[in-house]
């Protein structure tokens, strides 16, 4: 996006200047006193928060009685702290690091300096070590005021990155550029209103967009990421965020790439483009019917489909330079999202799933984009054993989680891990259902001949070794197996 048009600092500070007495705007006149700085960036942000603004401001060339502009002497560039310039001295004793900005403002009436101050999000912010508070005019310890504590934290908890501004200050003819409104009517099954006005006031309903000052607005990240037309038109940060797919000819990286896409369009806007450029690339087997030779994808095209969409919602959206990538070899599909998971690897396929993004999952299943919460996994699991392929691979690693679905093998062709894994997500899944996994259900899902049903107990008596499932009740051991927490 190009810079910001000054124009919206002179709406901002207009705007600002008509909230009245409010604990998360300060006004000064020429006062620039560091510590004072410091001491307000702190009890601000944690005002902001507590009073639901995603920004806090201090203004400089303001009469506190009238609240009129006369301008101001403080140039907070070129002011030093020590051989320290201002803003570097400020950062260093803020904790957690908040993005604070200085921005000169020629008003009409006078020179301002105005200083933008986002709301804490993870915990109160400290100056020096002491997080202050906003009371009226007063600035006080916020450990002095345990009430005030306590709303803080309260406030804090529903905070998410969804909610945060992708870009600033837009006309409503950019908003219908930057995103793709008519996919959010089709995808959400409303009727596409006949006027601008109407399509705004449902997509501000949606949280894509929020109101900004002057009549503009802003588009929210939740908005960017799902409808962008172009990820590119917004921070390098949130472009990085889109989808990267790899093919490779071999069985790993080092084979040359036969097709490399890096997604540019929003996760909502293009899911479906993706979903099916996957399953135009992937390998066939060819079977023969009755009459006829019929072609299958290698991959279960529905648990492709679950595992994109569960790397797009559950990613770490904090974490900055990276995105959800998806790497497809001759015999595996990889799918690795950013952050570390908050459910164990093992507990996925029976636990509800905790998403970072609660917000985006909500709306991708309104959208019927993603299972219903909690039985997506439980597809992959199942679509794996139906074609009696390997069993998918869940594992946490360096920060992100990936997935890994495999192609057709023969039992004979498992290694002991692999057989063991299918054997635990079956008994998850007969468990699931209310049965239990005994002997005959295992020949079933390996695709072994009931003659040679030793086979299965060899794999069962290694679960049960490696501590993954247990005897359903250890006096009667017909009655077969469970998983190892139930």
Known sequence: MAPIDPQRFIHLVDHLLAQGEVSW???????????????????????????GEQTGFILWGVKDGDRG?????????????????????LAQRL??????????IEHGDGRVVLLEVPAATTAPVSFSGIPYIRIGSATPKLIDYPERYQALLAALSPF???????????????????????????????????????????????????????????????????????????SPALARKGVRFVAYNGTNKASNV????????????????????INGLLPKNEHIGQALRVEHPLFPE????????????????????????????????????????????????????????ETIASLMRRMGLCEEQGS??????????????PAPLF???????????????????????????????????????????????????FGIARQNAAQASQVINLALQQGFIKAADEAHPRAGYIPFWA
């Open 25 to 51: 705007i300060e006004l000064k006149h020429n006062n620039s006193d560091a510590e004072m700085i410091g001491v307000r960036l702190s009890a601000i942000s944690n005002a902001a928060r507590v009073a």
């Open 376 to 389: 997506g996994l439980d597809k992959v699991v199942a679509q794996a054993e139906l074609f009696q392929l």
């Open 95 to 104: 904790s957690p690091s908040i993005a604070f900005q200085f921005h000169t």
């Open 258 to 277: 036969t097709n490399r896409r890096d997604g540019v369009r929003g996760y909502a806007a293009g899911f479906e483009g993706l979903i099916s450029f």
């Open 302 to 357: 529905l648990a492709i489909r679950e595992l994109v969409a569960n790397a797009l919602i559950h990613q770490d959206m904090t974490v900055t330079g990276a995105g959800p990538q998806i790497e497809m070899f001759s015999d595996r599909i990889e799918i690795t999202n950013p952050g570390s998971p908050l459910v164990k690897p093992e507990r996925m396929i029976d636990l509800p799933p905790r998403s970072r993004n």
């Open 160 to 234: 998410s990155w969804e909610h945060g501004i992708a870009v600033q200050y837009v006309t409503s003819e950019d908003v219908l550029t930057l995103l793709d409104y008519p996919q959010y009517f089709r995808l959400t099954k409303q009727p596409l209103p006949d006027n601008r006005s109407g399509i705004l006031e449902r997509m501000e309903a949606d949280q894509l967009i929020a109101p900004d000052v002057g009549g503009r607005w802003n588009v929210t990240n939740l908005g960017a990421l799902l409808f962008a037309n172009d990820l590119n038109q917004f």
């Open 395 to 445: 594992k946490a690693s360096e920060g992100a989680l990936q997935a890994v679905l495999y192609g057709p093998r023969r039992f004979a062709q498992m290694t002991p891990d692999e057989r063991v894994r299918a054997c635990y997500q079956h008994a998850v899944l007969k468990f699931l259902s209310g049965e239990r996994m005994k002997n005959a259900s295992l020949c079933d899902r």
């Open 69 to 89: 502009v006369v301008g101001t002497t403080f140039a907070p560039e070129s002011q030093t702290v020590g051989n320290q310039v201002l803003s570097f001295w």
